[in-house]
């Protein structure tokens, strides 16, 4: 199952309204498991979730880095927080800006946001800048649920996305396998063939050692038969000069 998370930057003093708002998207939790073939859960994250005792700047810092939605919960307290214009705001624009991250501030209280450049130049909600706990908070329920049903869609959204990404992925792996499994036909064939040559060459080198034997005992063969030769031919002539000298002397006698 696919795990989504929503981190929430606020200001402790609205923390009343962050309550309020994370109340709203709790709604969301179980959402994801509308068809079995595409589940994912919701994970909402706030700085109040951090444990005693535990560094609360580094936890910050990898719950922005894991979150797929981050909320900013703009009033006059937010902007006055530098913490999160120096700290939270510049990494969550840096996230939006080169993956994608979808930001959405919501303005829970009038404030002068429109003086922070960043902030104006982007879609705040509720619609037509009307901050949502206007009037007493007598539209806030209705105004966070239209905001809640929106993160939703960015959720399964960001969700068909990576399963997308994840297929893609996968039909990639899928692919370099196949890939992979005909360059090994291929080198086993290669190989194969290669056997065979060297099977073949080694049965030839065989067959002239063989060759190469045969004519050297040949060849001892026939100088042994001419050694033989040689001493016959010397022991006949020495025979037959002395049966010369021998007849020779019984004449002269």
Same mark, same amino acid.
């Given at each position: 199952?696919?795990?989504?998370?929503?981190?929430?930057?606020? =200001?402790?003093?609205?923390?009343?309204? /962050?309550?309020?708002?994370?109340?709203?998207?709790?709604?969301?939790?179980? /959402?994801?498991?509308?068809?079995?073939?595409?589940?994912?859960?919701?994970? &909402? %994250?706030?700085?109040? #979730?951090? +444990?005693?005792? #535990?560094?609360?700047?580094?936890?910050?810092?990898?719950?922005? =880095?894991?979150?797929?939605?981050?909320?900013?919960?703009? =009033?006059?307290? &937010?902007?006055?927080?530098?913490?999160?214009?120096?700290?939270?705001?510049?990494?969550?624009?840096?996230?939006?800006?080169?993956?994608?991250?979808?930001?959405?501030?919501?303005?829970?209280? $009038?404030?002068? %946001?429109?003086?922070?450049?960043?902030?104006?130049? /982007?879609?705040?909600?509720?619609?037509?800048?009307?901050?949502? %706990?206007? +009037?007493?908070?007598?539209?806030?329920?209705?105004?966070?649920?239209?905001?809640?049903?929106?993160?939703?869609?960015?959720?399964?959204?960001? &969700?068909?996305?990576?399963?997308?990404?994840?297929?893609?992925?996968? !039909?990639?792996?899928?692919?370099?396998?196949?890939?992979?499994?005909?360059?090994?036909?291929?080198? %086993? #064939?290669?190989?194969?063939?290669?056997?065979?040559?060297? $099977?073949?060459?080694?049965?030839? $080198?065989?067959?002239?050692?063989? !060759? /190469?034997?045969?004519?050297?005992?040949?060849?001892?063969?026939?100088?042994?038969? &001419?050694?033989?030769?040689?001493?016959?031919?010397?022991?006949?002539?020495?025979?037959?000069?002395?049966?010369?000298?021998?007849?020779?002397?019984?004449?002269?006698?």
């Amino acid at each position: 199952m696919a795990l989504l998370k929503v981190f929430t930057s606020y =200001s402790h003093q609205d923390a009343r309204q /962050m309550k309020k708002l994370q109340t709203h998207l709790a709604v969301l939790h179980n /959402m994801g498991n509308d068809d079995e073939s595409t589940t994912y859960s919701v994970e &909402f %994250w706030n700085d109040q #979730q951090i +444990s005693a005792g #535990q560094d609360w700047e580094p936890a910050i810092e990898q719950a922005m =880095s894991d979150a797929t939605v981050s909320i900013l919960l703009i =009033s006059a307290n &937010f902007l006055n927080s530098n913490f999160i214009l120096k700290k939270e705001v510049p990494t969550l624009l840096e996230r939006r800006k080169n993956e994608d991250m979808k930001v959405v501030p919501i303005l829970a209280k $009038a404030c002068a %946001w429109e003086a922070e450049p960043w902030l104006r130049k /982007m879609q705040i909600r509720p619609q037509d800048a009307k901050p949502v %706990w206007r +009037s007493g908070g007598r539209y806030a329920d209705e105004e966070l649920a239209l905001i809640v049903m929106e993160i939703w869609g960015f959720l399964k959204q960001a &969700f068909m996305q990576s399963e997308q990404d994840r297929r893609a992925a996968e !039909q990639a792996i899928a692919a370099e396998l196949d890939k992979s499994r005909g360059v090994l036909a291929s080198l %086993w #064939q290669q190989s194969r063939a290669m056997n065979n040559d060297f $099977a073949k060459a080694t049965r030839e $080198a065989e067959r002239q050692r063989q !060759q /190469m034997e045969r004519w050297r005992i040949l060849e001892d063969t026939q100088k042994k038969i &001419f050694e033989i030769q040689r001493d016959v031919t010397a022991n006949r002539a020495e025979i037959m000069d002395k049966a010369y000298k021998k007849w020779d002397e019984y004449i002269k006698a």
